[in-house]
């Protein structure tokens, strides 16, 4: 719990004084002003980072160990089925539906077939309830390829208007005059990296967390039904 707490904080912290960091060194301008001169592109930015932001706080809180495979549902399926109490497990699973539940109940229902049958039906459901959750955290590693990518746009977009304002002059031109075309195309590349390189950092870090789960929950009901093995 505190390491959870400390990760949304730190992540709060990095996405709301980033900009303002950057914009410090300017002297006197403040947040609001960098951020307006990246123009519409550098609020879509900011937009990715909100929601990339509520995404990390919510997969903390789902996507972990007590969450996917909680310690007393694993206690009472093991009880239960060591009385032999299989239909009582099977309603168990369906009524608490997790990661661990899932896969057990799709087991529970090839009993009475052979071991091969029961290990197939265990093994897909793993598989599906995995890729389930890869999809999930696959939205964080969108964003982080995104945002860079917005970075960029915004970046040439500002260099084409500032070349266009050179280009246009008739005489010499002042650098105030393509001044607010160079910030947009430097502030949008700040952002983009601001909100893709957090972001990477916690795609893989649940990518991880998710294969630990996974192999840990794949383990637990590989014990449950090794009692079926030579049952055929």
Known sequence: MLRLRLAILALLGFLLTSPSAFAA??????????????????YLIIGMSMVGG???????TSIKREKLAPPELIDEVEELFGEANYQEALELCEAEPTFFTNVVAAGIRKLGT??????????????????????????????????????????????VGAFATIGNSKGGVEPSEFAADISMALMTTVLGLTVA????????FFR???TM???????????????????D
């Open 54 to 60: 509520a995404l990390i706080i919510e997969h903390f």
């Open 208 to 210: 991880n967390r998710v």
């Open 114 to 159: 052979n071991f091969q049958a029961i290990e197939k039906s265990v093994e897909e459901m793993e598989d599906a309830e995995s890729v389930k959750l890869h999809q999930k955290i696959g939205w964080l590693s969108l964003i982080a390829g995104i945002g860079p990518m917005m970075g960029l746009f915004g970046t040439v977009t500002g260099m």
């Open 25 to 42: 060194e300017g002297g006197d301008v403040n947040v609001m002003e960098a951020i307006a001169s990246a123009g519409m592109i550098g």
């Open 213 to 231: 789960v996974t192999l840990e929950t794949g383990a637990i009901v590989e014990d449950l039904f090794e009692r079926f093995r030579n049952a």
């Open 197 to 204: 390189i957090p972001t990477q950092a916690f795609y893989a």
